[in-house]
């Protein structure tokens, strides 16, 4: 299953600013979002947005990255002008709506 | 009519009346937003617990003590009422399984070849105990009826596995500071009120285990018809937590959420 466009253009990124690899960058993204209730294939930008700055910097600094700060401030911004179209198909969004929420 | 038979027959008839409401509300939903899901889920429960279980309940009526997996007894009416609940049944079936498919393993090829084989065993057994009874009773025992019913007992299961694995992530947000304490439970009691669906659909099963034994039949049906209409109440209570929230559950979720982040 494809992952989410927000995925690949962080982990695009963060295998940019950092020396992490392909595998190494994908893997530690995957950890971060399994760890904040979230799944690769679905989450929006809005999402991994907050996940860049409560859970991505620990990640990284618990792998050895320097400066995780500046890198995760980089992908915020670089995710943060990712435009949305309106109503997302995620479950939670489908539950969110069929509850009348 | 005894006791047992009076509380059957008001708990079915709050149990369709339920899965009724749930349904419409979710087809209006559909027709405002013209998204799959709802209609999906809406028609999934109209066709089961509604126009399915309605319509075989009828012909169990209309035949009185004659048991649907008996020939004898048979008339027209009551063959097309079961025909038209068994095809109404699956049919709902084959849309929760969609549901479940769109929702949470959209793009999942092995998921939809899995839920490919589900249908194929649920349409051929029909087809198959068709060819064997042509609706005038419940072959009971035979490869079709054991194929059709090894999806009708299991189906809810799938359900109940991805609704809980996501009630487990929605939980997990709180750590980014996504709480949305009603989406949360939604998916606890959606997996919830599949789990009382499924647990309904075992119970009303026991009799067939004795086929050969119509006396323990007799001894055992008050008991099963009790078990299986109060699972069916959990169940559409369920449903209509999560899809037709009443204010007095919306504030108990709300409150108890700010309650846990305060003490957390």
């Known amino acids: 299953m494809a992952e989410s466009a927000a995925f690949d253009l962080v982990c695009s990124s963060l295998q940019r600013l950092t020396s992490l690899t392909s595998l190494e960058a994908r893997g530690t993204v995957r950890l971060a979002l399994k760890e904040a209730g979230f799944d690769a294939r679905e989450v929006s930008a809005r999402q991994m947005y907050l996940v860049l700055k409560r859970v991505l910097p620990g990640e990284l600094r618990s792998r050895g990255v320097q400066n995780t700060d500046g890198v995760c401030e980089e992908l915020a911004r670089t995710v943060a002008a990712v435009s949305e179209g309106a109503g997302s198909d995620a479950p939670d969004a489908i539950f969110q709506r069929m509850g009348g929420d | 009519m005894g006791i047992v038979d009076t509380f059957h027959s008001l708990a079915t008839l709050a149990f369709v009346v339920g899965s009724a409401l749930v349904a419409v509300r979710l087809l209006a939903l559909s027709a405002r937003t013209r998204r799959a899901p709802e209609f999906l889920l809406g028609s999934g429960i109209l066709l089961t617990a509604v126009l399915g279980y309605g319509l075989l309940i009828a012909c169990w009526i209309l035949r009185g003590t004659a048991s649907t997996t008996s020939a004898a007894g048979a008339t027209p009416l009551t063959v097309a ?3 038209a609940g068994k095809i109404s049944h699956d049919l709902g079936v084959s ?9 949470f393993r959209r793009g999942d090829v092995r998921a939809w070849a899995f839920a ?4 194929f065993l649920l349409w051929g057994g029909l087809a198959l105990s068709v060819a064997h009874g042509h609706f005038r009773s419940d072959p009971v025992g035979t490869l079709g009826w054991f194929s059709e ?3 009708i007992w299991t189906y809810s299961l799938w359900n109940v596995v991805e609704s809980y694995r996501y009630w487990a992530m929605m939980r997990r947000r709180s750590r980014v500071g996504i709480v949305e304490p009603m989406v949360t439970n939604r998916f606890f009691l959606w997996g919830t009120s ?3 669906t499924a647990l309904a659909t075992w119970t009303a099963s026991i009799p067939y285990l004795y086929m050969a034994d119509p006396a323990r039949i007799d001894a055992i049906t008050p008991a099963v018809r009790i078990v299986t209409a109060l699972v069916g ?3 559409v209570s369920c449903s209509l937590l999560a899809f037709v929230p009443p204010a007095w559950y919306r504030r108990l979720v709300l409150t108890g959420a700010r309650q846990a982040t305060e003490s957390a």
Do not use: E, K, N, W
């Not at chain 2, 849309?95 to 929702?103: A, D, E, P, Q, S």
């Not at chain 2, 490919?116 to 249908?119: Q, T």
């Open chain 2, 81 to 83: 009422l079961f025909a």
């Open chain 2, 95 to 103: 849309l929760f399984l969609i549901f479940v498919m769109h929702v």
């Open chain 2, 116 to 119: 490919g084989l589900l249908m």
């Open chain 2, 149 to 151: 019913y090894s999806v």
């Open chain 2, 194 to 196: 599949s789990v009382f």
């Open chain 2, 233 to 235: 109440l959990a169940s």
